[in-house]
């Protein structure tokens, strides 16, 4: 049967080939900017795959990335899956035990480093049996002190422009990332070729992330992390303009970047948006030519969506999952809540959303059942569709403990209100259960971080003898806060707003809180140090306790 009908990633490269071929690609790379087209990309793509055939990879092999957002690392994006094999994208703030796991579970052959990344690649390799026989292409020097490896220009010159891309089969998995969970192995998560191609054409939608080709599209979000949210597959499919951001991008890096290359679309996670908010406030930043700003990855303030309305930017607060490739929802607001006022619209709009058209989900309280789209009733959110994984990697244990019938359980705990917006009011294994009724910990967490004194805070629940849980909250706060008065300031804070048997039993202080390789609050280790209730010191007023209920 003549092919072509397939749903592979093959047709995108083609279309920005051949309808955009004189459309940008801006980088911010190791060795300078770089600056070239759709038609050079193309060929230089070629010239990969080339090299990738004649090093002897394979349809089928799994080849990594160790890389920063950059043009090389996007010429990876297409040539890898495009001759058939898999682009597995390694998170470099994993540590170095966690890496020597999934370079072995994965079975890598090959792996593209960063010369900003090559010692940290270095250490995890040095010795470990994992790493036997794994070859090394560094990509923006000449040589690497780290690692013996080839340079990627090297590696990539004097072969072919042309390539006469194969005919893939749309399950031939595509690419490949790993959750980083906060406690256990890194699970393994392969997208199929049909998995990022409907991923990509339901993110193209209105109710997606919509992007054209007069867009210029900056992903922030890393390339190591759910592929940028896809964003690098979109902007090619759409013929827009890409801009990455290199290696690391400070606020100021990124407030250059959108000025000096009209960034119209551009995605990361809340506290990238928090530096740049920080950096507007000593200098003159122009975002006039930004359109949208995609917050994902966790929950954006509604303090975030108003700063950038002030400044005409639209934030698309956005929720998914590494299982998921990964969107999943997008607070796009809904027609008849066009004429609601701003507050409402604020409202809905820092919820994560609505479902993007293709997906499906249910959502499933402690008793099996399904709640009540009422805004107010908790449940675990099930998801499934055409770009959710139906499995991890060699791993059916987790197997059995995340996917029922079909479904994704998220391990998100959530509300539907009756416009069917979703929101994340907790982890399932972070909601605290006390006296048998549900407390959100990141409800608390933002009540908490609304205090001006307080930089950061974490909720957990601890084991209680009566009560099965009560939260306990561990602040960070700002220099020069005045700790004593805070305290009373933010119990008195959360009694306006929550009942008595919310409020924390103790809010004690700390240096910062633990994050994920991800960014994420890790509640694993003060978990671990508070065990047991009786080494929570307690400073809750008398009149806070449950017990002090009439
Ligand atoms: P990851 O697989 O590392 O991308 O993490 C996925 C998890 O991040 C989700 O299951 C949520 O718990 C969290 N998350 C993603 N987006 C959001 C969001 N917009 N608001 C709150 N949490 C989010």
Not at 293 to 298: Q, R
Not at 489 to 496: A, F, G, N, S
Request: hydrophobic share 35%; net charge negative; proline share 7%.
């Amino acid at each position: 049967m003549p092919g072509g009908h397939s749903q592979t990633l093959r047709p995108f490269l083609w279309r920005a080939e051949t309808l955009y071929p004189d459309q940008e690609i801006v980088s911010r790379n190791h060795d300078g900017m770089q600056r070239y087209t759709y038609s050079e990309y193309a060929d230089r793509t070629a010239q990969l795959a080339n090299a990738l055939d004649e090093y002897g990879i394979e349809e089928g092999d799994r080849v990594a990335t160790f890389c920063w957002n950059h043009s090389r690392h996007f010429e990876t994006y297409f040539a890898i899956p495009t001759i058939g094999a898999q682009l597995h994208t390694i998170n470099p703030l994993l540590p170095d035990e966690h890496i020597q796991y999934i370079v072995d579970n994965a079975d890598d052959q090959l792996v593209f480093v960063d010369q900003s990344l090559a010692p940290k690649l270095a250490s995890a390799a040095e010795g470990a049996e994992e790493f036997e026989g794994v070859d090394f292409v560094v990509m923006g020097a000449e040589e690497s002190d780290a690692l013996d490896a080839t340079p990627y220009e090297e590696f990539i010159d004097g072969h072919p422009t042309e390539y006469d891309w194969p005919e893939v089969d749309e399950e031939q998995p595509a690419g490949m990332c790993y959750t980083s969970g906060t406690t256990g192995r890194p699970k393994g998560v392969e997208y199929t070729n049909k998995m990022l191609w409907s991923h990509t054409m339901a993110t193209l939608t209105p109710q997606g992330i919509p992007m054209a080709d007069d867009d210029v599209i900056m992903p922030v979000v890393p390339m190591f992390h759910v592929n940028a949210w896809g964003m690098p597959f979109t902007a090619t499919a759409a013929g827009a303009k890409h801009v990455y951001p290199g290696p690391q991008p400070d606020p100021e890096d990124i407030a250059n970047l959108i000025q000096n290359e009209g960034v119209t679309v551009t995605a990361g996670v809340p506290t990238v948006w928090l530096g740049l908010m920080d950096y507007c406030k000593n200098n003159d930043v122009d975002l006039s030519t930004l359109d949208t700003v995609i917050v994902g990855g966790s929950a954006a303030p509604q303090s975030m969506i108003r700063w950038f309305d002030d400044r005409g930017v639209e934030v698309l607060h956005a929720w998914g999952m590494t299982e998921m490739s990964p969107i999943g929802s997008v607070s796009h607001l809904k027609a008849d809540l066009e004429d609601a006022d701003y507050d409402t619209q604020l409202d809905k709009r820092a919820k994560q959303g609505i479902m993007v058209p293709g997906l499906e989900f249910k959502v499933i309280n402690e008793e099996g059942e399904q709640i009540t789209h009422d805004g107010e009733e908790f449940g675990e959110l099930y998801v499934r569709g055409p770009w959710v994984t139906k499995e991890y990697f060699k791993r059916p244990d987790a197997n059995e403990e995340d996917f029922e019938d079909g479904w994704l359980k998220t391990g998100d705990v959530v509300t539907v209100d009756p416009d069917g917006y979703l929101k994340i009011v907790d982890r399932a294994k972070d909601v605290i259960k006390s006296g048998g009724e549900w407390i959100s910990s990141v409800e608390l967490e933002n009540a908490i971080m609304a205090h001006d004194g307080v930089s950061e805070a974490t909720v957990i629940g601890v084991p209680h003898e009566k009560w099965q849980e009560r939260p306990v909250a561990f602040v960070v706060p700002v220099e020069g806060a005045d700790r004593e008065s805070m305290v009373d300031e933010i119990y008195d804070m959360l009694r306006e707003d929550y009942p008595k048997w919310w409020l924390p039993d103790d809010i004690e202080f700390i240096e910062e809180v633990p994050k994920t390789a991800t960014g994420k609050f890790s509640k694993k280790d003060l978990r671990e140090q508070y065990s047991d209730h009786s080494l929570v010191e307690g400073n809750v007023p008398e009149d806070a306790a449950p017990d002090s209920d009439d």
